[in-house]
């Protein structure tokens, strides 16, 4: 054996081990065969399991699996997409355009309205030659035209015409002019206007109800188109022309039949006269145009009288419609139980609303002082007819 020290010298240092260049070889030669086992394993491993077939025909079948299940999918997306376009799409190509239904009203006539037009001329005293040539202003300064002084008498007639002149002037006129009518020599010119007059029976005596018919006809005739009119007649009750009247004065009772409407009760009351049993009657408005003026003269001719005397009930009709009128013309034979009183209460509400009121008194002076007083308390005119139709006019 070799001494202890021999093993020293040749690369050992208390322990057996190779020295450290073969160590090195030996690690290196190792490490590399380390390495090509490692990389072996797996390929043989995996070449071991394709080459199996077992597994060949798993992975075919997990392929197939994939493809189909892919396809489904597509499918699916694909319908599920379509479905979705449909909800949208089909209602808009399957919904029917809307008709519009549009209605025209027939246009309304033209009303004409004129303007009041007066005469501001005065009839003036001859003038002497001389002054017949206008005087000319003269000007320091140049100027295109000249301005004519007309001529002033010193002193001009102020004339205008006493009380029987400018009766008896605007009586004897016909009282027409664009946008009015005239009744009984009254002229009126307004949009609105309503005739009250008096049906009752004693109408019928001295040719007051012809001479009444005939003025009412004639003054209707006038209305200018377009004009809103309405006509009440009265007795001891009040109705719209063309109403039908039943009146029994024994029983206290009456029924104003309108054609292809409702009927309207009165009765009679004690001692405060005649009032609506109910809802009361409510006069309309019409528009004048040739048709309508025409059945409106029809009625008057053809309207029979009533009994009673009450010519608060018309009045009160009148005032009661809708809108009111601009002019009641109103006219009644002969004086009434409680006129005078009449007189202050439908003058306070007429003035109220702003509504005229003329009077007439045909062939009854005594009514005078009343129908005098409601002209006055509304600013209206009062006139008296006689028995040849002749009007002088009071206010």
């Given amino acids: 054996m070799r001494p ?15 020295s450290r260049k073969k160590q090195g070889e030996i690690s290196s030669k190792e490490t590399r065969d380390f390495h090509v086992l490692r990389q072996e394993e797996p390929t043989n491993t995996v070449s071991q399991h394709i080459q199996s077939p077992e597994t060949e025909a798993e992975l ?10 892919s396809m489904v999918i597509a499918v699916l997306s694909v319908a599920l997409i379509g479905l979705i376009l449909a909800f949208i799409i089909l209602p808009s190509l399957s919904q029917k355009s809307a008709t519009l239904v549009t209605y025209q009203a027939a246009m309304p006539e033209d009303v004409r309205l004129d303007q009041k037009r007066m005469d501001t ?11 017949a040539m206008a005087k000319v202003i003269a000007s320091t300064s140049p100027a295109p035209i000249s301005v004519p002084v007309p001529e002033v008498t010193e002193n001009p007639s102020l004339e205008f015409g006493s009380d029987g002149d400018f009766g008896s002037g605007w009586g004897s006129g016909d009282g027409t002019g664009a946008g009015g009518t005239s009744f009984f020599g009254q002229s009126v010119r307004a949009e609105r206007i309503c005739y009250v007059i008096d ?11 012809d001479l009444m018919r005939k003025e009412l006809s004639k003054s209707i005739g006038q209305l200018s188109h377009g004009t809103s009119y309405g006509i009440v007649f009265f007795s001891c009750i009040a109705w ?14 009456a029924v104003v039949k309108v054609p292809g409407g409702k009927n309207y009760k009165w009765k009679k009351a004690g001692g405060r006269g005649w009032g609506p049993d ?10 004048a145009s040739a048709k309508q003026l025409a059945d409106s003269r029809q009625i008057v001719k053809k309207a029979p009288l009533s009994s009673g005397t009450s010519w608060d009930k018309g009045i009160e009709m009148a005032l009661d419609m809708s809108p ?13 139980s409680g006129s005078d009183v009449w007189a202050r209460q439908l003058g306070a509400k007429a003035k109220s609303r702003g509504v005229q009121i003329n009077c007439i ?7 005078h002082k009343d129908l005098d007083e409601l002209a006055k308390r509304t600013g209206g005119r009062f006139s008296v007819v006689d028995k040849n139709g002749k009007h002088k006019h009071v206010r």
């Fill in 121 to 131: 001329q005065v009839q003036r005293k001859p003038s002497a030659p001389s002054s």
């Fill in 60 to 69: 075919r079948r997990q392929r197939r699996m994939a493809t189909t299940m």
């Fill in 278 to 287: 109910g809802i009361g009657q409510r006069a309309n408005w019409f528009t």
């Fill in 199 to 209: 049906f009752s029976s004693s109408m019928g005596s001295q040719g007051r109800a």
């Fill in 324 to 336: 009111p009128p601009q002019v009641i013309c109103f006219m009644t034979d002969g004086v009434a």
């Fill in 4 to 18: 202890f020290g021999s093993f020293r010298k040749r690369g050992f240092s208390g322990h057996l081990r190779p």
């Fill in 240 to 253: 719209e022309a063309g109403n039908q009247v039943s009146l029994n004065r024994n029983g206290g009772t």
């Fill in 361 to 367: 008194a045909l062939m009854e002076p005594r009514a």
